[in-house]
């Protein structure tokens, strides 16, 4: 009796502190969860997130499915770098608990294919209809898929895009830059070192630095690899664009460039350090959130502006879920994963500011809701273009982005640019002919 | 009495000799012997961990590309040599003048070596991010003070020029106190005497230092170098941390390079045989030192 | 700087100025010399707490505080960050992780360590000295990736025994190194004597050998205890997402979300802390055992 009592009683707490009575009830019709089924209740399962906009954003979302599922989701969190040595590390040993990570398909992907480490979901994909995997742009699932074998569900999409600073601009009288040249005279004019203030910020770090930095070498015509798989950075092409990247930010970014990615960069312009940033578009949403952001209100978003050779801006499939080949979850695994990105929960996603890999949630008013006005038009646009890989496309990326991410530092900290770029030639076309 | 003590050492010897130290032995061999000659074993290989692909067998290729064929390992080499020549030598000045400093009573002894064993125990992990924040560039505390001071601010970290040199001050922050405290103890055990009779002689106090405290505290001058110097060769923590070998590769040290062709790019075979040449350069260090002691270090 | 302190260091340790009565002028000179002296002292523990006094103070600003370095001491502190710490990142996991992994690598390290120690000192096995003193130069890098290798073939990559196995590799080795000459000084005869009175070897260790060498594995624990707690090569590779110790934690807190430097410095007080208490009060074994082995012929 004095046992029921007490149990009623948590029952009640447990329901207050939940929020309401009502909302528990309402979970049936929750459209987020809809089809999600209970089956594998009780079932643990152990994710690896990388520290991203989407990590984030689905965190808001577990709890909904871990009541509707009964599944219970243990997530780890790790900066992309030392995630993937994580992954590697896990992987290689077959020791990693982890049963579905988010992994880089343009940076682990190849890798872990061809290694055997993740599990081939083509099974998993083909048999869903209601999911739908049609409903993911081709390019997204090109990028998650070698000979049939499908490594991973897309879950980011990223292109390159210009960040700017709107009340700074207008003060000035000026527009968004169209061309990489105007980017290089407004980065000078607003660049005011004196008072701390900087023409630019983009990452200059050597490898971090390697994907923003491709978009810049397609602008300018130039490419990683050849056709026939031989280095491709002994065009001048290439070495204007090194040439471009590096004077750009010796001389108007901040002090301390060759040291920065996302992270840091991010961090000078929320500070209201800079003029212009240059990165990814999936970051609008730190730079909006006025928790984090000073210029939370006054930024002001642009398309990447156009080389010698059109504006050619990476558009990329950034991340992806992934399974371990060794899991012992596998379908409590993929439960999630289908949740994850099915189309509520991508809408969702896009709302809360992450763009999906779904055309019919770009094709929905609700997909582009959440995002400010000017901010969709340059995605969409953005989005229609572009180039599909932000580095080389090998096995060991890792590598190859330390190889050719060398002459970026050079060019920022003002040495000899084409040296370097010879230099960097050279051990690329060594390193290809090894990865394999 | 004679009998029972030679007895007690020979034919017991042999059975509790071993019942003594098996243990060890056992986790000698399986942690320490055994990883040394994997790692052998795999220089001669080239293996990236896959479960699909088995090592290769390629002879000592990878020696001869890691000697012949790899900037970034010479570079490497090089680099780690002037971090530990640098930090060491100026450990060593530091540290013997901190050491003659605290040398002899004074009020708050205790205290003062408290606070001066604080660097060398705290997790390097940590005070590694304390520096970095100090040297950041635009919020940090050194360019706040070179700033206030009209002094134009500097990189640090930021800079190819200027990273090796933030690193030597962090490891010289870090491991003077070690420097000091051994050449304290040093200082403590040497005789009275000598000091007496030079004293009686009419020496004053820099040639009593020059003549009988230097040559007297050398064999634990060259102890204390050596010990630095091996750890001051594998140096990982702190670099790992602030820079990661970078900006550019122009702090990336032997560890750091080793740690990346290991764990980063997976290259283990060539990754072993990089170690390999590490491990033999750390070797003939440390026994060199042995030599130098040996033959210089006794008086 | 030597040549100022060295003749000086001499002089005020000498017993002619200590003890005998001197000159006015002598002493004038003498006092101005000890007041240099102590100015000089503060100024190296100046520098050498600053970096960690600097940790602390920043650990309570907040990031505005931080970034605008107009105000370098004041500010309004706030214990946010500590409270960010532990509510985001699961710190009392990884504390435990980190007490966990130390202790019990610690204790193995005793009781394989010292037995050999012993064995080594009375009965001259001394090739295993050797090796275990070997283990502290080759490179921790060197054994990563066999090990790497043996704990996944094991399935016991991740987990706690391959960190306490792999910090024992930085404990055995110390203790070795402390306790060998420690054993080596004690004398002989009282446990000859206990082995006359009928104990066997083993009972004269235990009994005999041990007592007596207390302050000497106080100081191989203590600093093994230190260094396993320090350690973040081995616990980078082979620490999994739950045995994760503190320095791999803050590690990966430092690119967490943009770079959050209060956040990052409490997490790095909440590291350093437990090192620093056991510091305070153990200060002396500290010493003897950084210095262990250095001043000896």
């Known amino acids: 009796m004095r046992k029921l009592r007490i149990f009623t009683l948590a029952v009640v707490l447990v329901f207050c502190m939940s929020g309401s009575f009502a909302l528990i009830q309402a979970q049936d019709d929750n459209p987020l969860v809809a089809g999600v089924s209970d089956e594998f209740a009780g079932t643990e399962v152990r994710l690896i997130f990388a520290n991203h906009p989407w990590n984030n954003a689905i965190q808001r979302l577990l709890p909904q499915f871990e009541e509707a599922s009964g599944i219970i989701l243990r997530v780890e969190s790790y900066f992309e770098d030392q995630l993937s040595q994580r992954l590697q590390i896990g992987l290689t040993s077959g020791a990693s608990q982890a049963d579905a990570f988010m992994f880089r398909p343009l940076q682990e992907g190849k890798l872990f294919a061809s290694n055997g480490w993740v599990m081939d979901l083509n099974g998993f994909v083909g048999g869903e209809e209601e999911w739908n995997w049609e409903d993911f742009q081709q390019a997204a699932r090109d990028t998650v898929t070698a000979e049939d074998f499908v490594y991973g569900v897309p879950v980011v999409t990223e292109r390159e895009m210009l960040y700017y600073r709107s009340d700074i601009f207008e003060e000035n009288g000026i527009e968004p830059p169209e061309t990489l040249e105007e980017l290089e005279q407004i980065a000078a004019q607003l660049n005011n070192p004196d008072e701390e203030f900087y023409g630019v910020v983009i990452r200059g770090r050597r490898s971090p630095a390697v994907t923003q930095f491709s978009s810049f070498l397609y602008s300018f015509g130039g490419t990683w690899l050849t056709d026939d798989g031989q280095s491709a950075l002994d065009t001048p092409e290439a070495l204007a664009a090194y040439d471009y990247y590096g004077n750009l930010l010796r001389n108007y970014a901040p002090p301390g460039t060759v040291n920065m990615s996302w992270p840091e960069a991010l961090a000078i312009f929320q500070q209201g350090q800079a003029a212009m940033w240059i990165d990814a578009d999936v970051f609008y949403a730190n730079v909006i959130d006025s928790t984090q952001s000073v210029v939370a209100d006054t930024v002001g978003f642009a398309p990447f502006p156009a080389g010698p050779a059109g504006a050619n801006q990476y558009n990329i499939t950034s991340w992806a879920l992934g399974m371990n080949a060794g899991s012992q979850n596998q379908d409590a695994a993929w439960e999630f994963i289908k949740w994850a990105t099915s189309q509520p929960v991508v809408t969702e996603l896009q709302t809360l500011g992450t763009p999906g890999a779904r055309q019919s949630v770009w094709d929905s008013p609700e997909g582009l809701s959440g995002f400010p006005a000017d901010y969709a038009e340059v995605v969409q646009i953005q989005s229609a273009r572009g180039v599909g890989y932000d580095r080389p496309l090998v096995i060991r990326v890792g590598e190859a982005r330390d190889i050719v991410g060398a002459p970026i530092v050079t060019g920022i900290e003002g040495g000899d640019v084409a040296a370097a770029l010879a230099e960097a030639h050279s051990a690329f076309n060594a390193f290809l002919e090894s990865d394999g | ?299 | 700087m030597t040549d100022i302190t060295g003749p000086d260091r001499v002089e005020t340790s000498s017993p002619t100025l200590r003890t005998g009565t001197t000159p006015h002028s002598r002493s004038l000179r003498a006092t101005s010399l000890r007041v240099l002296r102590y100015i000089i002292i503060a100024l190296v523990v100046i520098i050498f707490a600053f970096p960690i006094a600097w940790m602390l103070l920043s650990s309570f600003k907040t990031q505005i505080d931080i970034t605008t370095n107009d105000n370098l001491f004041v500010f309004t502190p706030t214990l946010q960050n500590y409270q960010n710490v532990f509510q985001q990142q699961n710190y009392l996991q990884y504390l435990f992780n980190s007490f966990l992994v130390a202790a019990v690598s610690t204790l193995f390290s005793l009781i394989l360590g010292l037995p050999a120690a012993y064995g080594i000192a009375r009965f001259r096995a001394h090739w295993l000295g050797l090796v275990l003193l070997t283990a502290r130069i080759i490179p921790g890098i060197t054994f990563l990736v066999p090990w790497y290798i043996i704990f996944g073939q094991l399935r016991l990559l991740g987990s706690y025994w391959a960190l306490i196995l792999s910090h024992m590799l930085v404990g055995l080795p110390f203790i070795a190194w402390v306790m060998i000459p420690f054993f080596e000084s004690l004398p002989q005869e009282l446990e000859e004597s206990a082995r006359i009175d009928g104990a066997s070897t083993f009972g004269a260790f235990i009994r005999i050998a041990l007592p007596l060498a207390v302050p000497g594995i106080a100081t191989a624990s203590i600093m093994s205890f230190i260094f396993s707690w320090n350690n973040f090569m081995f616990s980078l590779v082979l620490a999994g997402d739950d045995t994760r110790t503190l320095p791999i934690a803050i590690f990966n807190f430092l690119s967490y979300s943009s770079v959050d430097w209060g956040g990052l410095m409490a997490a790095a007080v909440v590291i350093t802390l437990p090192v620093l208490i056991i510091t305070l009060f153990v200060q002396r074994y500290i010493v003897a055992g950084l210095t262990a082995g250095a001043t000896k012929g």
């Open chain 2, 1 to 299: 009495m004679a009998v029972v003590k030679s007895s007690s050492s020979t034919s017991a010897g042999l059975y509790t000799r071993w019942f003594f130290v098996l243990p060890a032995v056992i986790f000698v061999l399986i942690m320490i012997v055994f990883p040394v000659l994997y790692t052998l074993y795999l220089s001669l290989h080239t293996w990236s961990g896959s479960a699909i692909r088995p090592p290769d067998f390629i002879g000592l290729g990878n020696y001869q590309t890691l000697l012949t064929n790899d900037p970034r390992f010479g570079d490497a080499l090089i680099r780690t040599l002037q971090f530990t020549l640098a930090a060491v030598i100026v450990e060593l000045l530091l540290g013997l003048a901190i050491a003659l400093l605290i040398h002899g009573p004074f009020l708050g002894r205790g205290f003062v070596r408290t606070m001066i064993l604080l660097p060398m125990v705290a997790t390097p992990v940590a005070i590694a991010m304390a520096w970095l924040l100090m040297f950041e560039p635009t919020i940090g505390l050194f360019n706040g003070i070179l700033r206030s001071l009209n002094l134009p601010p500097q990189l640090w970290l930021g800079s190819r020029d200027q990273a090796m040199g933030s690193l030597i001050l962090v490891d010289v922050w870090q491991w003077t106190p070690m420097m000091a405290l051994i050449l304290l103890a040093g200082l403590t055990s040497l005789p009275e005497e000598p000091f007496e009779a030079a004293r009686v002689d009419g020496a004053n106090g820099w040639q009593r230092f020059l003549y009988l405290t230097l040559p007297l505290l050398l064999p634990t001058m060259i102890t204390a170098v050596l010990l630095r110097s091996i750890d001051a060769l594998k140096t990982f923590d702190i670099i790992y941390t602030m820079t990661r070998g970078g900006p550019g590769f122009s702090t990336e040290t032997i560890n750091i390079y080793g740690y990346v062709q290991s764990f980063e790019y997976f290259r283990l075979g060539s990754a072993s045989s990089l170690l390999v040449v590490f491990f033999a350069i750390v070797l003939g260090i440390s026994l060199l030192f042995v030599q130098i002691r040996k033959r210089w270090g006794t008086i």
